[in-house]
């Protein structure tokens, strides 16, 4: 049975361990269970470990003993080539709330064909990938 590969985005992290986060509850299980396939990028990371940083006590930390406990995460790397196709990908959609945090993971999945992202950005699905949890319901 072949396992489909999954980003991991700063929403999926945040949401996992900041238990007041709106989908903390849903994104859970997912880690509990996570398959062999893991990718996230340096970018992503950097987001993260920077928001835990500013607004956690100790949040980082926590953060950096995760990255260790999933040996088998892939950390994308972004050079100048990835640059250059996050500016043809946000010039390409034209969606006012498209981050380069967002297109950047945009053309990550399209280069590695990942069709499964874990996070709570629903722009990361605007290109057919499904994201899980998703955005927390409106209340």
């Not at 849903?26 to 992503?44: I, K």
């Not at 835990?52 to 260790?68: K, Q, V």
């Not at 250059?84 to 297109?103: F, I, M, N, T, W």
């Given at each position: 049975m072949?396992?489909?590969?999954?980003?991991?985005?700063?929403?999926?992290?945040?949401?996992?361990?900041?238990?007041?986060?709106?989908?903390?509850?849903?994104?859970?299980?997912?880690f509990?269970?996570?398959?062999?396939?893991?990718?996230?990028?340096?970018?992503v990371?950097?987001?993260?470990?920077?928001?835990?940083?500013?607004?956690?006590?100790?949040?980082?930390?926590?953060?950096n003993?995760?990255?260790?406990a999933?040996?088998?995460?892939?950390?994308?790397?972004?050079?100048?080539?990835?640059?250059?196709?996050?500016?043809?990908?946000?010039?390409?959609?034209?969606?006012?709330?498209?981050?380069?945090?967002?297109?950047?993971?945009?053309?990550?999945?399209?280069?590695?064909?990942?069709?499964?992202?874990?996070?709570?950005?629903?722009?990361?699905?605007?290109?057919?990938?499904r994201?899980?949890p998703?955005?927390?319901?409106?209340?």
């Amino acid at each position: 049975m072949s396992v489909e590969p999954v980003f991991l985005d700063s929403g999926a992290f945040l949401s996992f361990l900041v238990r007041t986060a709106p989908a903390h509850e849903r994104m859970v299980p997912l880690f509990e269970r996570a398959p062999p396939h893991l990718y996230t990028s340096v970018l992503v990371i950097a987001e993260t470990y920077d928001w835990l940083r500013r607004r956690t006590a100790g949040g980082e930390a926590i953060f950096n003993d995760l990255l260790r406990a999933l040996p088998d995460l892939e950390v994308l790397r972004a050079d100048f080539g990835h640059a250059r196709a996050v500016e043809r990908k946000l010039a390409a959609h034209r969606e006012p709330d498209l981050s380069y945090l967002a297109a950047s993971s945009l053309v990550f999945l399209g280069r590695h064909q990942i069709l499964e992202v874990w996070g709570t950005d629903p722009l990361l699905g605007m290109e057919g990938a499904r994201v899980r949890p998703g955005p927390a319901a409106a209340s």
